[in-house]
């Protein structure tokens, strides 16, 4: 199903939650898993909380990020758009942009929602819970995307 549509390149994980939502669930049910093995003194309510409230911010960050970044796509006089000659490496590209990105948003925003009550260990936590969360829906991703081959 994702192979006939055409989306700019580093749309491709937000493509793989729409399409594959169970594996975007997925992904954050990860993300609270490992904060919550991280940040094992936290209440799990306030873990939930604090993981959906960073995550909403890196999405909409990612989402126009990705809007700005090369598309891969080219002009095709026959067919409009099309997918170009890098569209596949953009693609794989973007998986690691889009980690770096949330990184660098959830990091910050977990301190600022925790400025009043600090977490101990806010960096290994952001940074472990968006590589399992990524690893999820990567392989998610994959999968669900090669059995409609």
């Keep these: 199903m994702v192979a006939d549509l055409i989306f ?9 939650m729409v399409f594959y939502p169970i594996a975007g669930l ?23 909380w604090l ?3 960073v995550n909403a911010v890196s999405s909409l960050l990612g989402v126009v990020l ?13 067919e409009g758009l099309i997918a170009g000659p890098l569209f596949g490496r953009f693609a794989i590209a973007s998986w690691f942009v889009l980690f770096l990105l949330s990184v660098a948003t959830e990091y910050p925003m977990l301190l600022l ?12 936590a952001v940074c472990l819970a968006n590589i399992a969360s990524y690893l999820v829906l990567a392989a998610s991703f994959i999968v669900l ?5």
């Design 8 to 16: 700019p390149a580093f749309f491709t994980p937000y493509v793989a």
């Design 26 to 48: 997925a992904g954050l049910i990860a993300e609270v898993v490992v904060y919550r093995l991280v940040l094992i003194e936290e209440r799990l309510s306030r873990v939930l």
């Design 51 to 53: 993981a959906l409230a």
């Design 66 to 78: 990705a809007g700005v970044l090369p598309s891969g796509l080219i002009a095709n006089q026959n």
């Design 113 to 124: 929602l925790t400025r009043r009550r600090p977490l101990a260990k806010p960096f290994l």
């Design 145 to 149: 995307s090669s059995r409609g081959r």
